[in-house]
């Protein structure tokens, strides 16, 4: 979100839009995320990784989870209101994909796609917040985005393949095997650094960007090595990796800018 406002304004978008922009962020992954805890609870209870989250134990209600999410919800909405009229129309559409993509999984194994497309949001709401017209460059730097989110999820989603057949939930592992889902998150992966470079040229960024898209690839490339169908044990450490995937893509996005 950080990386579309910058690119947006081609430089510094001020301090009042990034403070509302980080509140509209909190809000709006707060609420997914509660979402999804409260709405497959049922599925958490029986599952062993998840036998000591909050909500399984009791240390939290599902009423307190969906006072949250209201919470969440209005704070998202109010500084959507405060950005723009567009941030605020558009706010809605955004809140309803969060709570759509926690059903997901009952119906399709695409549930890895629509996560991307949810998160993949971030960027062009990013650039929405600075200038209020849809471009090219935040939806190719969304749809990078969407892709990187879509294969690390079904990689990370290998690990409840069991459970996931066991309760008849969807997902590109149970549809595909290990084998085929972990080719296919690599193949969404190889999509995502298309994307990024695209993203690159439309904005006309320097040689910045692409040096940290370099890197972006090269720590998924050892996520991909870090785990294969007949070995899951480093399934936590190859997620991991994708927390500073985000931090290069907006340092790329400020050294392609400033230099």
């Known amino acids: 979100a950080y990386s579309g406002a910058f690119l947006a304004a081609r430089g510094w978008p001020g301090l009042k839009l990034l403070i509302l922009l980080t509140l509209a962020m909190v809000g709006i992954r707060s609420f997914a995320m509660a979402c999804n805890r409260v709405v497959d609870l049922e599925y958490d209870r029986k599952n062993p990784r998840s036998a000591k989250w909050p909500l399984v134990t009791g240390e939290i209600t599902p009423w307190q989870t969906w006072r949250f999410c209201g919470a969440m919800a209005a704070l998202f909405v109010v500084a959507c209101a405060a950005i723009n009229p ?19 999984k009952r119906f399709t194994w695409a549930c890895h796609f629509v996560l991307g497309s949810v998160i993949g949001l971030a960027p062009i709401a990013g650039w929405l917040s600075v200038s209020p017209h849809f471009a090219l460059p935040p939806i190719l730097l969304g749809l990078g985005v969407l892709f990187w989110i879509a294969g690390f999820d079904a990689l990370y989603s290998c690990q409840d393949k069991p459970f996931d057949e066991s309760q008849g939930l969807h997902s590109l592992p149970v ?21 990024l470079l695209l993203t690159g040229l439309a904005c006309g960024l320097s040689w910045g960007w692409y040096a940290a898209i370099l ?44 230099l």
């Open 86 to 104: 567009v941030c605020l129309m558009l706010a809605p559409v955004a809140l309803a994909l969060a709570l759509l993509y926690s059903f997901t």
């Open 175 to 195: 549809r595909f095997g290990l084998h085929g889902a972990m080719l296919l998150a690599a193949f969404s992966h190889v999509i995502t650094m298309i994307f």
């Open 215 to 258: 890197a972006a690839g090269a720590v998924l490339w050892w996520e991909h090595h870090l785990i294969s169908p007949d070995n899951l044990t480093n399934i936590r450490l190859a997620f991991a990796l994708n927390g500073p995937i985000s931090i290069f893509l907006l340092l790329g996005a400020l050294l392609g800018i400033y």
